[in-house]
DNA sequence: GAAATTTTTAATCATTTGATTAAAATATTT
DNA sequence: AAATATTTTAATCAAATGATTAAAAATTTC
């Protein structure tokens, strides 16, 4: 027969479920999306949304949990490497960052919203706390520089690096900038960040 | 008589459902806010707000105008200074921030939020864009430093201000900081952002 | 102080929305 | 191929939610 196995048929109902609400969640939030929208996105049926995956609120639990490694779950890898510079670690984490938010632009938007949204729930399943805190990163930090708290770094880092996804519609406006000109300075900020934590990890 | 005139009548309907308004839609967003959170947070009947406001909507459109002027209306004023240095406004705007911010610390959350749900409508009613591209600081920014686009430094002037307060719960958690703790931190980078701007303008 | 106006309230409406159900369609097992 | 199990659908439910309304209360005007 013709339509024995149907074309589409080799992504599962579960994982085309799964996809639209990675993307209906990720862009407009947990509040602003209706189970509708994402059984539309996926081109089924509304039921199949509670069939494969019980409420809204557990499938939201599952794709927040993805999105999280996604955002933070490849830093501690880098971080916590004994032999890597300092320098050398901030050029991956800023590289790997900035390749991540170039395909996934709402992804830190998303995330820190819906923390926000109920920080004790969220704040604590990032386990980053102490593990991060434990890091050779953050020691390498506090031998080079023990006159400064090392997380001010870590939030110049992270803010010169997600920043401009996050603010990006009112930064791409301010300097009128097309998309493809917008990418191109984020390019640029691979190797432009890396440089300007260096000279900050200098000045006194 | 003794209830003539209501001790708090002093702040009129409209103006405590504004403020019940600013509070609960900053927190949670559009999207997630009742009206009744709305009308509980103002100790008032529900249909008030329709009656004052007309609608969810029309209120939230005051709200966010107010929001978008406390965030970013400001600074024009100061960027755009014919004789203050590039170093001066640096200081002077980095101040402002963190002094805005630690009283609203949802603030740019919340905009920023706002703006992606609908970046066409509130994108293009931040005028900002024009004005803040034909600033002085722009300018100063140009002389200074040909050859790299103004806007890879206003990217991470902003990112180092305003970060702090958006990834605030993530960052307060690494580092396992109490809430005095972190505004020390945010007092002193007041003076830290400056300096690494600083270095950041000169480093080749 | 009576009449008119404005403000507030309680009750209710209409829609939206997350979820359920029973039946139909499809696939799997025997 | 019949029986069984799984998946999908259309219809519907119940609760939540933005909004309205008519009456009551308070205030202002005359």
Redesign the pocket.
Known sequence: MAK?K?VE?DVS??EKIKEAARKVFTQKGFAA?????IAEEAG?????????F?????LFEIVMMEKLQQLFGNLYPILDEEITTLERKVEMVVHAYIELLSANPDLPLFVLSEIRADPERFGQRIQAGKILRDSYFIKQLRERRPDMHPIQFVMSIMGMTLFPFIGRPVLQAIGSLSAKEYQALMEERKTLIPKWIGAILKVK
């Open positions: 024995k149907p048929a109902t579960e999306t209706r189970t509708r929208d089924l049926n509304l039921a199949l949304l509670n069939y494969y019980r409420s809204k609120q557990a």
